[in-house]
């Protein structure tokens, strides 16, 4: 092992500065230099010391703390919001309680929304409606998807089917009755 150091300390002289020397550097208030072979066997003191902070310029005030925590990005789900009546003045309605007896789910967004979402590809030309959250028999919900869709949009839906990520992409934008439909069915 003392071959490779050798051969950095060959490389390296010819890139450093004329005051420095094999065993010597040009840096006397570090007691242990890479440069030099032996490290000093004396301690200094700790006010000697530039390598170790001298100690915080700064007041550490835990009052203040709720002023940064409104800034922090919240990592929690908000709980359940309880209303006297349902659905509410904007539409919205809790899940079922207990959860439909069904071989799939579809569970909520984390702000409690149902998981359905337009999606636009091909500069806007090509629209989709998504389905995320989906757990359990995926192909169960296809396929009553499939009995579903025809009397509303008038045709065989497109549906893919992606059981990597749990969603299901049908083609057009039925956001709307998607939402409604998995509402009545207590999701």
């Not at 490779?4 to 450093?16: A, E, N, Q, Y």
């Not at 310029?57 to 006297?84: A, C, G, M, N, Y």
Request: aromatic fraction near 10%.
């Amino acid at each position: 092992m003392a071959a490779p150091s050798r051969k950095f300390v060959f490389l390296l002289s010819g890139r450093l500065p004329s005051s420095f020397q094999a065993g010597q550097c040009a840096t006397r208030r570090v007691p242990a230099c890479l440069c030099s072979q032996q490290a000093t066997s004396q301690a200094p003191d700790a006010t000697e010391d530039p390598l170790k902070p001298a100690g915080p310029d700064f007041i550490e005030s835990k009052e203040d703390f709720k002023w940064v925590e409104k800034l922090l990005p919240r990592h929690r789900i908000p709980p359940l919001p309880q209303h006297t009546h349902y659905p509410t003045p904007c539409g919205w309605t809790p899940p079922r309680d207990p959860p439909p007896d069904l071989p799939y789910y579809v569970r909520r967004s984390r702000y409690h929304q149902i998981p359905v979402y337009a999606r636009f590809t091909h500069q806007g030309s090509r629209k989709m409606t998504v389905i995320q959250h989906i757990e359990g028999d995926i192909w169960a919900l296809e396929k009553e998807l499939q009995e579903f869709l025809p009397p509303i949009i008038g045709r065989l839906p497109g549906l893919t089917v992606n059981e990597v990520t749990r969603k299901i992409f049908i083609k057009g934008l039925v956001l709307e009755e998607v939402k409604k439909w998995l509402l009545e069915k207590g999701f």
